[in-house]
């Protein structure tokens, strides 16, 4: 007999170990396996049991025991589009949210409940829209949840709503992350963003301790977050928002003091989660890096992003221990702290007490350092160095096959995908900060480089950046690369050229705009005495000029003329550039 037939079949007297084996045949099913017609039918059949069951009534085939096992039946009958569609009406997904809320006692049931729902939303768009609509009202639902529950299962179901809510295209999703962010209804103690906070530290310290599912609850509450990072500044009244540029003035970013909560929280899980099992950077690392990205550098947050306490603790030792609390923290009076820093540890405060005040959410007793204690830009430089390692061990060429295998076996993701954020990342530290941006310049070309031998074949950092910026695969970790070098060297090309060799960031000049040659003579940038190459940013080896006959000179002068001119006529190299121009306007050639 079919399935829909087994389930019909039976009766309300029926003993629980039969409705049992028939509800776990339905789990079992392949997602394909059932007719159209006959899964829809048992879509609803089972659902209009699960009704009957809330009410009370005894009339169904389901008893309380079996609401887990009849919810995961139907979750995996709603894993295919056709099961999926029965249960998007506005109607059902009240009648599952209703059900969780009923069974809030029982993990169990709730969660299959939610799964149901985050199911049905992420298969069926439209079905996004229904529950965030008036009528359903499913973000609000979830944001109760957030705020109630630190089980991370709980967590990482009502993350997954609301990341779904806040990606759809229809435009009650930006009505959404307006309300999300500047709503506080009576029924909250908390506000969106802060409850966001108080959630990610709580996760961090779950992960920390290896509870189950923390770290895919983190995952999808990040993935949430940056919705609201990346969307809200774009949907809300400009009177509310801050207008930044950045660096030439070409570049505005919109920004809200409303979302300041959300950068210690992300800071401590950027400085604190533990390496990644198989990635150097694998969620919900990359989500938190995400994230950071999206917050500006204000001047409000600067104190949180580059702590004074580093400034002046940096020339004694290379970074500051997670664990040595600053001493400005406690002896500073209050009201010389800086506004933004202040509301920060404020939250952090109110989210600790409102963790400890939740004795039937318990969560292991580990705390968290506040922001002011890590070395944010060291720990940039510490997992970009890392990684790099990872995909392009010792001196290959990054475009080698292995390495874009490497990178979609172990993550499922291109290699620009992986290491183009945390490039972004260091170049959003060094191009707001003059420490930040000396300390990543000591990093890859520190005062004592070795340049006896070809900068782009060095095993190191520096080697690897700049055998990316040849590569052909990696397109947008190219033209991020080009961007870090050029900001570490105070966005000067003279100065950029000098420190890594015109050779081997010509074309990145090129492509920026940036239309300049190699200096004339080479210089001595190691401090030792040593002429280094213009060109090739190495050691200039003495030169002495091969014996030729008149006629291979004759013939060298002619290739070098028409290379030069072919440069020239490009506008790789303006007229004054032209060495050969210049030495017959010199007379050098007769």
Known sequence: MSLLADYTALKPSAPRPDVSRVLQAIIDAPPFGLEESA??????????????????????????????????????????????KVLASAENLIFLLSLSEQYKDNTDVSCEALRCVANTMLLIEEARATAIGETVRAGDAAVQLLEKSSSP?????????????????????????????????????????????????????????????????????????????????????????????????KTLELWSDRLDPLLPALLRAFNTLPPP??????????????????????????????PPEQHRSASGSRRTSPTQTPRNLHDSPKESRPGALDRALNILAASRRSLSSRPSSPIPSISLPPPLTYDTVQRAIDLFDVALVHYF????????????????????????????????????????????????????????????????????????????????????????????????????????????????????????????????????????????????GAVQEPYEEPEMTEEEREEEAERLFVLFDRLERSGAIPPSQNLVRRAIAEGHFG
């Open 277 to 306: 099992p198989h990635s150097p950077i694998a969620p919900p690392l990359m989500h938190v890096i995400h994230g950071l990205i999206a917050i500006p550098i204000t001047s409000s947050l600067r104190p949180i992003w580059f």
């Open 393 to 536: 061990p010792g001196t290959g060429d990054p475009d080698d096959a292995s390495v874009r295998s490497r990178a979609r076996d172990e993550a499922d993701a291109t290699i620009d995908e992986l290491l183009a954020p945390i490039t972004l990342l260091c170049e959003k530290l060094a191009s707001a900060d003059p420490g930040a941006r000396a300390k990543i310049k000591e990093w890859l070309v520190p005062a004592n480089l070795d340049r006896s031998k070809p900068l782009e074949g060095r095993p190191d950092a520096l080697g690897r950046l700049l055998r990316v910026l040849q590569s052909v695969y990696h397109s947008r970790l190219k033209v991020v690369v080009g961007e870090l070098l050029f900001t570490m060297c105070n966005s000067d090309s003279m100065q950029l050229i000098q420190a890594v060799g015109y050779g081997n960031v010509a074309g990145f000049l090129f492509n920026k705009g940036i239309v300049t040659g190699p200096p004339d003579v080479s210089a001595d940038v190691s401090g030792g005495g040593l002429r280094i190459n213009p060109i090739t």
């Open 39 to 84: 899964r829809k039918q048992l879509v609803q059949t089972l659902l209009d049991d699960l009704v009957k069951l809330k009410k009370g009534k005894e009339s169904g085939r389901l008893s309380s025991p079996d609401a887990a096992q009849a919810l995961s039946a139907l979750k995996s009958l709603g894993r295919n589009r056709t099961g999926a």
């Open 153 to 249: 299962d709980l967590i990482f179901l009502a993350s997954r709503i609301l990341f779904l809510s806040t990606a759809s295209s229809a435009n009650a999703a930006g009505k959404l992350i307006i309300s999300f962010v500047e709503d506080k209804p009576a029924s909250r103690n908390l506000s969106v963003v802060e409850i966001i906070a108080l959630r990610l530290d709580s996760l961090l310290v779950s992960l920390l301790a290896g509870t189950k599912m923390a770290r895919d609850a983190m995952t999808d509450l990040l993935k949430f977050t940056y919705n609201l990072l990346a969307h809200y500044p774009k949907l809300a009244d400009s009177g509310k928002l801050i207008t930044l540029s950045r660096g030439d003035d």
